[in-house]
């Protein structure tokens, strides 16, 4: 969303149609429609529609078409879409490219898809598909929870990318301060305050507007945005040589949350990774929502409404 509003492939106002499912041409034999690649979104295996929807809608449902056409475009139509080398630019802007630098051993870092990565891995060219799976964070693309983490909380503050730190002071036995760990700020990202406001209020619709699928996740007192995940994969047993897919055919999928509050001013950022836990909304939302009711009531409680007569 952010990389699609600020290269000016959509802006504020536009709207994509979701009529249902894509069938994306085979590009060796673009007439012949038993060749095309079926893409769906999770709303039409309900029977939904989502019909047109602008970004802040897009991303508060979600809807997967939506995010498959500014990333990839649509051949046909000749649809401008960010295509690999913009993908991949704001990927490794928000952070993915690489380890966070946090203050403990052993992280990991994952290289971001781009169409030369996919030449040297696997000696093919890089296609309109490869980019409509990582406009919704499916295919090549691989992440951390903290990756994750980082780049939400780079959406709550206004788009500063941050190094996550485990140790905020040093004091001695006495409660002297020896050390004081500054927040650091690894880049600011290339996007217009008008832009990244139309991505938060997206996280915040998903929370508390009527149809988003982030409902669960609200706090009496207390204004959150967040985002759910529903990943796709494939779970490789030798035996079988084949991905585990349940009997409607269906991969299994893991579970995810990411929130921040209070939204006019953010305190705290969660995120809920559930190894093959199923739908984000239903399994991790409630554990990012525990976490937030514990903040806001122990840690940094709200204040009590004023009442007057």
Same mark, same amino acid.
């Given at each position: ?31 012949? /429609? !038993?060749?095309? &690649? ?13 019909? /047109? ?43 993915? #490219? ?11 870092? =994952?290289? =971001? ?13 890089? !296609? ?36 996550? &730190? ?23 990202? /290339? ?5 990244? &406001? ?21 706090? /009496?007192?207390? !204004?959150?945005?967040?985002? !759910? ?11 079988? &040589? ?34 093959? #836990? #199923?739908? #984000? ?29």
């Amino acid at each position: 969303a952010s990389a699609a509003l600020q290269e000016g492939i959509i802006d504020g106002g536009s709207k994509i149609v979701d009529s249902g499912p894509i069938a994306l041409p085979n590009r060796f034999a673009p007439n012949d /429609p !038993t060749l095309a &690649q079926r893409f769906v979104s999770w709303n039409h295996k309900l029977g939904i529609v989502h019909g /047109p929807i602008d970004v802040v809608q897009a991303l508060a449902l979600p809807n997967d078409i939506f995010f498959y056409l500014i990333a990839g475009g649509y051949p046909p139509t000749q649809s401008p879409g960010l295509g690999p080398k913009l993908l991949s630019k704001w990927t490794n802007l928000y952070g993915y #490219g690489d380890t966070t630098g946090i203050d403990l051993p052993g992280e990991v870092g =994952v290289v =971001v898809p781009n169409d030369q990565w996919k030449r040297q891995l696997y000696a093919e060219s890089w !296609t309109t598909g490869d980019s409509y799976n990582m406009g919704i964070g499916q295919g090549y693309v691989l992440a951390t929870p903290l990756q994750v983490l980082v780049s939400a909380a780079a959406v709550a503050n206004g788009g500063k990318v941050m190094q996550p &730190q485990v140790v905020y002071q040093i004091t001695d036995a006495n409660a002297g301060l020896q050390h004081d760990f500054t927040p650091k700020v690894v880049r600011e990202l /290339p996007i217009s305050p008008e832009n990244m &406001q139309l991505v938060q209020q997206g996280m915040w619709t998903a929370v508390n507007g009527d149809f988003g699928t982030s409902v669960a996740a609200r706090i /009496p007192g207390v !204004t959150l945005a967040g985002k !759910t995940g529903t990943a796709e994969y494939c779970e490789y047993i030798p035996e079988e &040589q084949d991905c585990l897919r349940d009997e409607k055919d269906n991969l299994p999928t893991h579970a995810w949350y990411v929130g921040y509050g209070p939204f006019e001013d953010p305190e705290i950022a969660v995120v809920a990774f559930i190894y093959n #836990g #199923g739908e #984000g909304s239903a399994t991790a939302i409630p554990v990012v929502r525990k976490v937030m009711e514990t903040y806001f009531t122990e840690i940094s409680p709200r204040p009590e409404p004023v009442v007057t007569e």
